[in-house]
Each structure stands twice: as structure tokens, then as C-alpha cells.
């Protein structure tokens, strides 16, 4: 499964291991909708695999007037009534995901959702404790595209960031694996191959996936 010089296998959760941008996206939708702000393509795109307070901050000529704190809020509270509903996983990713923990590949996640969020959905998926380090948004400054997510994720599992595989489905996640030095697999689930190209290698899924590089 991982070629020698793979150090450590670090993945996104959102879109790379569950398929739930739809929903984020929902929330997103929702939110921007009750502001009045018609939400096209382009706008969620720039959203998506990234905190809510990073995204918000960079918007906030959209809220004139708006403290960042009480939006963040607000759009936690459309996040909160958003059902999550059952989580279907990404082709052959759990799959994945237990292939390198039996070979005892060192693992690490790194999301831009919160904890509790997460643990809830490794849960249900069946990959609660595989994952030996753990990066979500309470535990950064800045989120992706920011490379400190997973530059915390490679300092807890002990590894040089340039002997570490991140596993990304957005444009931010690529760009945050790159900045950190690390080598990028991407999946098409949320986004293009061709918005995918900053990555080093593009798969649909994880289906029947022999090497990550």
C-alpha cells in the first residue's frame, strides 16, 4: 500500500474519507441565503474544506457592520439544525484507511471542522482510534489553506513533513499539504481534476487503490 519513504499517511474527513460537502455546503447555502447574499458557485467553492471563521473573515465586506464572533455563531447555529443524516463513506477509503493501520503506517487527521464533529463521524464509520493524531479547527489559528494544520499533524505523529502523504478533495486542502511541504493525493469528490492540479496525484476514489503514490 505505501511505498518506502512514506512516513506517515495524514487525511482530510470531509469530502476525502465521507461524502458530506453536500451538506456543509447546505449549511453554507442556508446561511448566506438568510443574509440576502446570493450563493453561486464561485462562493461556495471558496468555502469549501476550510474553517467557517477563516472563510467569514475574508467575507466580511459581505456583512457590513458584523463582528466576526456573533457570524461565526449565526453560522454555527445553521450547522447545529442541519441534520447530519447517515454518513456514506468514500469509495474505498475505509477500506484504505484499515489496510495502513494493519501495516501499521502511522496516521493522522486533519479537518476543518471541530472535534466533536469528527469524532462522530470516525465513529460511525468505524475508524474511531485508528487515527494517532488528530488536527481540527479548535486546535489551529488559521486554518487551510494555511499549512499549520498539518504541520501539527506531522510534529504528533513524529515525522518530517516531506516523508508524509496528505490526502485532500479541496483546492485549500492542497494548497495547505503543499505549503507544508508534504507530498498530495487528491480525490474528485467535491472538486475537478483540473482544480485538483496543484496535487500530485488525482484518483476518482480509493476504490481497489494499491500504492498512495
Not at 477563516?54 to 461565526?72: I, V, W
Not at 501539527?152 to 513524529?158: K, P, R, W
Not at 496535487?199 to 500504492?211: H, K, N, P, S, Y
Amino acid at each position: 500500500m505505501e511505498r518506502t519513504g512514506t512516513a506517515a499517511v495524514i487525511f482530510d474527513l470531509d469530502g476525502t474519507l465521507v461524502l458530506t460537502e453536500a451538506r456543509q455546503r447546505s449549511v453554507w447555502r442556508a446561511f448566506f441565503d438568510h443574509h440576502g447574499i446570493a450563493a453561486d458557485d464561485t462562493l461556495l467553492h471558496s468555502v469549501t474544506g476550510r474553517r467557517g471563521r477563516d472563510s467569514l473573515a475574508e467575507l466580511a465586506h459581505l456583512f457590513p457592520g458584523r463582528q466576526l464572533d456573533d457570524l461565526h455563531g449565526e453560522l454555527e447555529g445553521f450547522d447545529s439544525r442541519e441534520p447530519l443524516g447517515p454518513v456514506e463513506v468514500v469509495p474505498g477509503a475505509v477500506e484504505l484507511v484499515r489496510r495502513l493501520h494493519s501495516k501499521s503506517v502511522p496516521l493522522g487527521l486533519v479537518t476543518s471542522a471541530g472535534c466533536a464533529y469528527a469524532l462522530k463521524v470516525l465513529d460511525e464509520v468505524g475508524l474511531a482510534g485508528m487515527l494517532a493524531a488528530m488536527v481540527t479547527a479548535e486546535d489551529v489559528t488559521v486554518g487551510k489553506p494555511d499549512p499549520q494544520g498539518y504541520l501539527a499533524a506531522c510534529s504528533q505523529l513524529g515525522v518530517a513533513p516531506g516523508s508524509a502523504v496528505g490526502v485532500e478533495d479541496s483546492r485549500a486542502g492542497v494548497a495547505a499539504v503543499k505549503a507544508a511541504g508534504m507530498w498530495c493525493l487528491a480525490v474528485t469528490t467535491t472538486f475537478s481534476a483540473v482544480l485538483l492540479s496543484g496535487a500530485d496525484r488525482v484518483v476518482a476514489d480509493f476504490t481497489g487503490l494499491d500504492e498512495i503514490r
